[in-house]
């Protein structure tokens, strides 16, 4: 059994991590930390944790204090803000922790493209270190490392349906499109106008539609994939979901290769992988398929009248696009099973 602590632990995807941890045959949840909800227990402020199985009801929120903190457990899952991350993963960093960081901190190769997208960081020296959590890219990074930048929900979805056209070489395009759709679990916890429920029943809108700040994280690893610079027009839509995100990737064909044969491709490029499903030709993912699960749905599409491909990828942002990656990333940082966890069914009503 590992000793783990989930710092920020009263945000959806800090709920989420409880969630999955509890039910997690190799960890026991030693420490919990809220600013906001300090000395209440973790069961009161969410009774569907509560019971004997998950064994959280002896748990408390803490003050995230990392000094105190590195005493009381060996992995870390950071599910905080940005710049609070990078404050204090080094002082959880001993000889024997591990971390997996839910923020954007560690996510960037480079501080100056931090530094671009959001403010000089306070660590770079670990931005050498930090591996992207991206199991199907980086799965031997992620086993060797002790720090881990867990991806964002929308590169998550974006970079799985684009890695294939551009490791492939079945597009040339130098940009590709990225339109996406977010249930609102997505925009946090915190009170916010746009977010509630008048404001967002019944309705659709686009927001940051030429400044989203996961837009450079898309660029970085698919320019990687690439081997060269690719830029993402990206454009993120608010939908009145709890949650589950829908993204499509729009690119020029280079071949005019059939449905069945591009399938075939996407198929043969995740086939070692447990939790990408491609979709048979013709059919849609959809969003409760993969709700509550760390399963990623594709479904692949050439158009020949435009000449283009079209891939559509579906997730549950709260799972695949947040706890249930970092789950599977301190699993493969810690030598197990990587689907150990996670093996549950979805939440499909």
Known sequence: MIEAAVIGGSGYTGLELLRLLAGHPEVEITAVTSRQMIGQKVTDVFPALGGRLGGLDR?????????HLAEKAEFFFTAVPHRTAMEIVPL????????????????????EVYQEWYEPHLAPELLAEAVYGLP????EEIKKARLVGNPGCYPTSVILAAAPLLRLGLIEAD???????????????????????CEIDDGLMAYKVTGHRHT??????????????VKVSFTPHLVPLSRGILSTVYAPLKDGLEAKALVELFHDFYRDELFIRIKKPGELPHTLDVRGTNFCDLGVFPDKRTGQIKVVSVIDNLTRGASGQAVCNMNLMLGWAEETGLTGLGLRP
């Open 175 to 197: 940009v590709i499109i990225a339109d996406a759709k977010s249930g609102v679990s997505g925009a946090g916890r915190g009170l916010n106008l746009t977010s509630q429920f």
């Open 136 to 139: 199907e890219l980086y799965r």
């Open 59 to 67: 748990l408390v929120f803490e003050d995230p204090d990392p000094v």
């Open 216 to 229: 450079p994280e898309m660029e970085q690893e698919l320019s990687l994939a690439a081997g060269r610079t």
């Open 92 to 111: 959880l960093l001993n000889d024997r922790a591990k971390v997996v960081d839910l923020s954007a901190d560690f996510r960037f190769r480079r501080p």
